[in-house]
Each structure stands twice: as structure tokens, then as C-alpha cells.
């Protein structure tokens, strides 16, 4: 009688029902918004303090291939872009305290030491976009009713210096919302490839210097481009996710159940699958196994 009573294993992954303890998200600013909108990409510079960048920088070093783990996990829904995201891709009907108004579809590491080569991609660096923005798609970048919809949307962490010129991303300013395809001979191929404007393009690209713990912001819409590191004094080390609409899908998520589960309740929220009504009286708000991102 005082032996301990028999328990079975668990069948189920361990979950996170716990109130999520993040800060407040930062609202984007009308400066903020003003540039996104005229050049299609922003940077919030020095964001992670310097304890936050060494310790996710590690993780990324010792081998973290996405931010779903550790310490980058807390990238995901950082206070930082949570503002602006639920600008850029959600209306405002659908922004709730108890669940995040866009999806996150993606997530990988990167880690370019000196000497890299834009030619090891599988792009050989060709600047693209994920749909051309000149063709009707639920990609796209958008603008009524004084609302953005920035389609496709992707943060990059950087947890190195990069310094202009020297191998970060960059950008053709502004292309997120040209009428005109890129001059070649495929109206909807997503790169600039056979283009007789394509080194004038490449010219007119925008690049940019931060210091480590620094995020930019781009809608995919956008013509952007790797290129080669050459960097001597550090390797880049970056983070890459991405996010859409809680209505749209491009990247198939390929994320366990059960590493999801094991996230803050409302984090989990940006993994439940692509739909806005039929599901019940509160609508899309929580994360499941029937209710997810495939």
C-alpha cells in the first residue's frame, strides 16, 4: 500500500502551457514605415545586447542550423520585430494579445568565413525575388488603405559586424514596387538573369553596415542578392527567418510537433496552419497538431 503507484510513459510530447514572459512588442514608427514602404527593406541596428549576441552567436557556431532551439528560439518572436510584422503582414481585426497575427515558415543559419563565395549557392547569387511583384500573386508587395502588406517577409539576424561592400545582403531599393519587369525575356522568371540591364542593376544595389546584434527587414518582393565575404576581420554569422501572412504559404515548414510544442505557448502560435475562419468560434488563434503549418 505505501509503494508508489505504477505511471505510464507519456505518448504525447511535453508541452508549454506557460504565459510567455516577453517584453512589450515595439510599435514600427512612421519613419520606419515611410522607408519600408519606399525602399522595401529597413535596419534596426544594435538590437540584441552584447550578452544576447554572444550567446546566440555561439550556438550558431557550435553548429544551430535554425533559430527553433536555445537561445535563437527567443529570435522568433523578438520584441523588436513583433511591431512591425503585425504591421506589415496582419490587419488589424486579427491582432490578438493571445496569439501572433502572421506565421513564422522558416528558419536557417548561415556562417560565411572570409573568403566565401556567392558562387557555393545554388543561385550562384543572382538577385531575385521570391515572385516578380509585376505579376498578381499572394506574395507580393502591396499597399491600400494606407496599409501594408509586405507579401513574403524575412528577417535577417546578423550576430557579426558587416560592413558595406563586404559580403551582407543587398538590395535594388525600391524594386519591391516597379511596374516594369527586369528587362528579360521571361516576364515571370524571378531573377534578373538575361537581362541586358542586369549590370545596371547590380550597380544601383543598396548595401549596408551594422554592428553584431543588428536585424534587417525585407519584403521578399524585393530584388536582393547574396554575395562573396570579404571580410577579414570576421566571419558572417546570421540568422534567417521568414514570415507571412496567417492566409498564405510559400516555404513547406518541415518542423517536428514535437519541438513546437516544447515552445511558449503564444510562440507556438506561428506555426498553426493557413486559414482564417471554419475552424470554430475563436477562429485561428492556437497552435495543434491538427492545426499546423505543414
Known amino acids: 500500500m505505501g509503494g508508489k503507484m505504477a505511471t505510464s510513459e507519456p505518448t504525447t510530447p511535453t508541452e508549454n502551457t506557460s504565459i510567455q514572459p516577453v517584453d512589450e512588442a515595439v510599435p514600427i514608427t512612421e519613419e520606419q514605415k515611410f522607408f519600408f514602404d519606399l525602399h522595401g527593406w529597413i535596419l534596426l541596428p544594435s538590437v540584441l545586447s552584447v550578452a544576447e549576441t554572444e550567446e546566440m552567436k555561439a550556438e550558431v557556431y557550435a553548429g544551430a542550423k535554425q533559430s527553433y532551439d536555445g537561445a535563437l528560439q ?74 501594408i502588406f509586405s507579401g513574403l517577409t524575412r528577417v535577417v539576424w546578423e550576430l557579426e559586424e558587416v560592413k558595406a561592400g563586404q559580403g551582407g545582403t543587398s538590395f535594388l531599393s525600391g524594386s519591391h514596387k516597379s511596374f516594369f519587369n527586369y528587362g528579360g525575356p521571361d516576364p515571370f522568371r524571378p531573377n534578373i538573369s538575361d537581362s ?54 510559400w516555404h513547406k515548414l518541415n518542423l517536428s510537433h514535437e519541438k513546437i510544442k516544447a515552445m511558449p505557448w503564444k510562440r507556438q502560435s506561428l506555426f498553426r496552419g493557413t486559414w482564417a475562419i471554419g475552424g470554430g468560434p475563436s477562429g485561428n488563434r492556437e497552435y495543434s497538431q491538427e492545426n499546423r503549418t505543414w
Request: hydrophobic share 35%; glycine share 6%; with cysteine.
Open 196 to 249: 541586358p540591364w542586369e549590370s545596371s542593376m547590380r550597380d544601383a544595389m543598396s548595401e549596408y553596415s551594422c554592428p553584431a546584434g543588428s536585424v534587417v527587414i525585407f519584403t521578399e518582393s524585393l530584388i536582393h542578392a547574396a554575395n562573396d565575404w570579404t571580410n577579414s576581420d570576421n566571419s558572417r554569422c546570421a540568422v534567417f527567418n521568414c514570415y507571412n501572412s496567417i492566409w498564405s504559404q
Open 74 to 147: 527567443r529570435l522568433l518572436d523578438h520584441p523588436a520585430i513583433v511591431g512591425i510584422l503585425s504591421e506589415i503582414l496582419a490587419e488589424r481585426p486579427f491582432e490578438r494579445d493571445d496569439c501572433y497575427s502572421f506565421r513564422c515558415e522558416g528558419s536557417f543559419t548561415t556562417v560565411r568565413p572570409f573568403g566565401w563565395s556567392k558562387s557555393q549557392r545554388g543561385d550562384m547569387g543572382m538577385p531575385h525575388v521570391v515572385r516578380p511583384p509585376q505579376q498578381a500573386n499572394p506574395m507580393r508587395y502591396q499597399v491600400a488603405g494606407e496599409k
